[in-house]
C-alpha cells in the first residue's frame, strides 16, 4: 500500500479530451464579451445596427479610440481611478488584515457584538446610506473630488470578515504567544507575523477590492457632480451622448478602460495565482 502511494505521489495528473473540451468552451465563453467588444468598437453605429451583426474586426478601431480618448477625457480618468482604485485597495487591505487579525486572535470585551454589527453591515443595501453620505460629503466641501470617492470605501465589511476567517486557520496562537514571551511588541508581531501570514489572502482581497473600485459606478457618479475630476466609469457614462448614441464610440471607451485591467493582470497574474495556491496549500 506504501509503494503505491510512492508512485502516485511523484506522477503529474493528465486531463482527457471532456476536460480540454470543457476548458476551452468555458475560455471562449470568457473571452467572448471582450472579444464582441473589440469588434463593436472598430465598426460605425449604422453597421452595429444592422441585422445580422458584425462577427468580425472593421476598420474604424483606433478612429473610434481616438474619440473616445478625446470626448470622455479618458487619460485625466484613468489616472484618477489608478489613484482611486489603489488607494482604495491598500487602505482596505491594510484595514481590513488589522481588523481581521483583532477579531481572530484578540480578547476583548463584546468582540462577538462588535463582529455581528460589522457582518450586520454587509445586509444593508448601499442606497440607503447615499443620502446621508452625500451630506457628509457636502459638509465637508468634498463633492467633485478623488478624496470623496476614496475615504468612504477604506473599509470593507467583507474585507474584514474575509481576512478573520483566513487567519483563524493560518496563523496559530502558539506563534503569537511565543513573539509575546520572546518581547515582542504589538507592532512587531503585525508586521513579522501577521503580515507574512495572511500575505496569500492580502493578494486575493487586493485583487477583488482593486476590480471593484476600479468598475464602481453607483458612489462616483454621485459625489463627482460635475466631472471635473471624473473617474473611468463616470467617464463612459458620457459618451455617445446625442439624439442617436454612438455605440460604436461607447464600446471603444469601453474597451480603454478595461485594457488597464488585462494589463494588470497579465503582469502580476502569476503572483495572484501564486498566492492563491499558496493560500489553498496551507488551508
Known amino acids: 500500500m506504501a509503494s503505491l502511494k510512492k508512485r502516485g505521489a511523484g506522477r503529474q495528473l493528465r486531463g482527457g479530451r471532456l476536460t480540454y473540451a470543457v476548458l476551452i468552451l468555458f475560455t471562449v465563453g470568457s473571452l467572448f464579451p471582450l472579444v464582441w467588444t473589440a469588434i463593436a468598437a472598430s465598426r460605425n453605429n449604422t453597421r452595429l445596427a444592422q441585422t445580422p451583426p458584425p462577427f468580425w474586426f472593421g476598420g474604424n478601431l483606433f478612429k473610434n479610440l481616438e474619440i473616445a480618448w478625446t470626448d470622455a477625457n479618458m487619460g485625466t480618468a484613468l489616472i484618477n481611478t489608478l489613484v482611486v482604485a489603489g488607494s482604495i485597495t491598500v487602505g482596505t487591505v491594510l484595514f481590513s488584515?488589522?481588523?481581521?487579525?483583532?477579531?481572530?486572535?484578540?480578547?476583548?470585551?463584546?468582540?462577538?457584538?462588535?463582529?455581528?454589527?460589522?457582518?450586520?453591515?454587509?445586509?444593508?443595501?448601499?442606497?440607503?446610506?447615499?443620502?446621508?453620505l452625500f451630506m457628509m460629503?457636502?459638509?465637508?466641501?468634498?463633492?467633485?473630488?478623488?478624496q470623496s470617492v476614496v475615504l468612504p470605501t477604506l473599509v470593507s465589511a467583507f474585507g474584514v470578515f474575509f481576512m478573520r476567517q483566513y487567519l483563524i486557520e493560518a496563523l496559530p496562537t502558539e506563534l503569537i504567544e511565543a513573539a509575546r514571551v520572546d518581547g515582542a511588541s504589538?507592532?512587531?508581531?503585525?508586521?513579522?507575523?501577521?503580515?507574512?501570514?495572511?500575505?496569500?489572502?492580502?493578494?486575493?482581497?487586493?485583487?477583488?477590492?482593486?476590480?471593484?473600485?476600479?468598475?464602481?459606478?453607483?458612489?462616483?457618479?454621485?459625489?463627482?457632480?460635475?466631472?471635473?475630476?471624473?473617474?473611468?466609469?463616470?467617464?463612459?457614462?458620457?459618451?455617445?451622448?446625442?439624439?442617436?448614441?454612438d455605440q460604436s464610440v461607447i464600446m471603444a471607451g469601453a474597451l480603454l478602460g478595461t485594457l488597464?485591467?488585462?494589463?494588470?493582470?497579465?503582469?502580476?497574474?502569476?503572483?495572484?495565482?501564486?498566492?492563491?495556491?499558496?493560500?489553498?496549500?496551507?488551508?
Do not use: C, Y
Open 186 to 245: 504589538s507592532f512587531r508581531v503585525i508586521w513579522h507575523i501577521v503580515f507574512p501570514a495572511a500575505r496569500p489572502a492580502m493578494a486575493v482581497l487586493g485583487m477583488l477590492t482593486f476590480v471593484m473600485a476600479w468598475n464602481d459606478f453607483f458612489w462616483p457618479i454621485i459625489a463627482l457632480t460635475q466631472g471635473g475630476e471624473p473617474t473611468v466609469q463616470v467617464a463612459l457614462a458620457g459618451l455617445g451622448r446625442g439624439q442617436i448614441p
Open 137 to 146: 460629503v457636502a459638509e465637508f466641501g468634498w463633492t467633485d473630488q478623488l
Open 97 to 132: 488584515t488589522l481588523a481581521g487579525f483583532a477579531f481572530a486572535k484578540l480578547r476583548f470585551r463584546f468582540r462577538g457584538l462588535l463582529l455581528l454589527l460589522v457582518i450586520g453591515t454587509m445586509m444593508v443595501p448601499p442606497q440607503l446610506s447615499v443620502v446621508p
Open 260 to 283: 488597464p485591467l488585462l494589463i494588470a493582470f497579465v503582469l502580476f497574474g502569476k503572483q495572484i495565482v501564486g498566492g492563491i495556491m499558496q493560500g489553498a496549500v496551507k488551508g
